[in-house]
């Protein structure tokens, strides 16, 4: 007997497979995602032992048996999150519904390339006779709605049918579900839950158990893992990493166990100059996960950044400088000739500068002064700075910040605007220009975009 799974998005089941474990789809799900019934799971356990029942136990064998029958597979074992942080987990494997709906249109025109030359498909009926001439660029999204159709297969239109059968081939090619689910997620109201319901291929001995199934799945997948595996981040400083990490848990829950910091708790300052050398490293030994080095916004991270710019690297090898931050274009600084307020962005702005003006401001109510120091002779801009004093009492009160906020914030409310850009800044970095297989180039796609859906 044949074993499925099942993936609805809502009460409309989307898609489904037999006889093989959803590894891709299993990627965008988290062990905080998975739901289970430890009743069913048991009773399940037992009834697949085969003999562990003894005659004394016909009575516990007779109430399994009664517990699965009823349950029906309903709710006992399976992942379920949200669309919008299913979409934007997949937007960071590359999986966006522009670049998967390319592709896919792509794949259709290649399947019709012989057969159906021009810019349309003809249909016929039963008898041959042309019923309906439909642009190609209807085809994919005509067959996914006919796929997702709860009505029987056969009481579809001829035309539908047919377009149908395009992703009937596109499902069954060995296509990653990925780039399907993308579309099929694309309109979708951001609330509605998608799952991936598991129980037939647990009964059927698939999973040996359900602990930590979505990582088993990125195993077996590590050919991918430039896609689904975790984004190694690396920062100047361990503080930096935890800054930066909290920051994430706060802004976007729902995908920062996607990130992995690079040495966090061994406690080291590493600088500028040293995230170069572990990214031209990791370049170097060909590390497949997508590696992001984090730069601070000011003249040894701008040096840093040339540098990097100097040599080629692959394209899951990058960084980012801090973002600008606007209260830095006008900030108390001293130096040689005096107090005064200049513009610190590119020259003194780090991580304590991206949590807000107030967590800046010491106990006299005054911001922290950027102290100068020599300048950066190859771009010609001075290196600035928070004394060790003062920086160590921002980021006291940086941690307090992030230790008592909330994921259920106001992102107007400061100081979250600054706090949002710098994980934007992040997500941007780290979000790749295409997924692993995806045949078309960047400059495809960005042609494609004023013809795409809006």
Not at 132 to 152: C, F, Q, Y
Not at 271 to 292: H, M, W
Not at 328 to 348: F, H, I, K, Q
């Amino acid at each position: 007997m044949s074993s499925k799974w099942w993936l609805h998005r809502g009460a409309t089941q989307i898609q489904w497979q037999r006889n093989e474990e959803p590894l891709e789809l299993l990627t965008i799900f988290t062990e905080a995602d998975k739901y289970t019934d430890d009743a069913w799971l048991q009773a399940i356990d037992r009834l697949e032992g085969y003999g562990r029942y003894s005659p004394e136990d016909e009575e516990q064998q007779r109430l399994d048996e009664i517990l699965v029958e009823e349950s029906n597979g309903k709710d006992v074992l399976g992942y379920r999150a949200r669309v919008s942080r299913i979409r934007a987990r997949l937007a960071l494997m590359g999986f966006t519904a522009n670049a998967c709906r390319h592709e896919l249109s792509l794949a259709i025109d290649e399947m019709l390339a012989d057969d159906e030359p021009g810019d349309t498909l003809e249909v016929a009926d039963k008898d041959g006779e042309a019923v309906e001439t439909i642009p190609r660029s209807e085809i994919l999204d005509r067959g996914l709605a006919a796929w997702e159709n709860e009505k029987p297969y056969r009481s579809l239109g001829p035309v539908d049918r047919k377009c149908a059968t395009y992703i009937d081939i596109l499902m069954d090619s060995g296509f990653d579900r990925r780039t399907i689910l993308a579309l099929q997620l694309e309109s979708a109201p951001a609330d509605v839950e998608v799952c991936l319901d598991l129980h037939d291929l647990y009964s059927a001995g698939y999973f040996n158990s359900v602990e930590n199934i979505t990582q088993l799945a990125a195993d077996e997948l590590a050919v991918s893992v430039s896609s689904g595996g975790p984004i190694v981040v690396v920062t100047e400083g361990v503080t930096d990493a935890r800054f930066l990490q909290r920051a994430l848990e706060l802004v976007v829950p729902h995908v920062s166990h996607m990130f992995r910091f690079f040495d966090k708790d061994a406690g080291a300052e590493m600088g500028a100059a040293q995230v170069v050398r572990t990214l031209r490293s990791f370049a170097a030994a060909g590390v497949t996960n997508r590696v992001v080095g984090v730069l601070d916004n000011d003249a040894a991270g701008l040096v840093a950044a040339k540098n990097l710019d100097a040599k080629v690297r692959p394209a899951n090898n990058r960084y980012f400088l801090l973002p600008d931050v606007p209260y830095g274009a006008n900030y108390p600084t001293y130096g040689p000739n005096g107090d005064s307020d200049l513009n610190v962005n590119g020259r003194a702005v780090s991580i304590e500068f991206q949590f807000g003006l107030e967590q800046l401001r010491l106990a006299s109510g005054d911001p922290a002064r950027v102290e100068w120091s020599g300048r950066e002779a190859s771009i010609g801009v001075y290196q600035g700075s928070l004394p060790k004093k003062d920086k160590d009492a921002v980021q006291k009160k940086i941690r307090d910040f992030l230790a008592n906020a909330s994921p259920d914030h106001d992102p107007e409310a400061e100081p979250w605007p600054a706090v949002h850009a710098l994980v934007n800044r992040l997500l941007e970095a780290a979000t790749p220009e295409s997924f692993p297989g995806q045949s078309f180039t960047k400059d495809d796609l960005n042609s494609s975009k004023s013809n795409s859906r809006p």
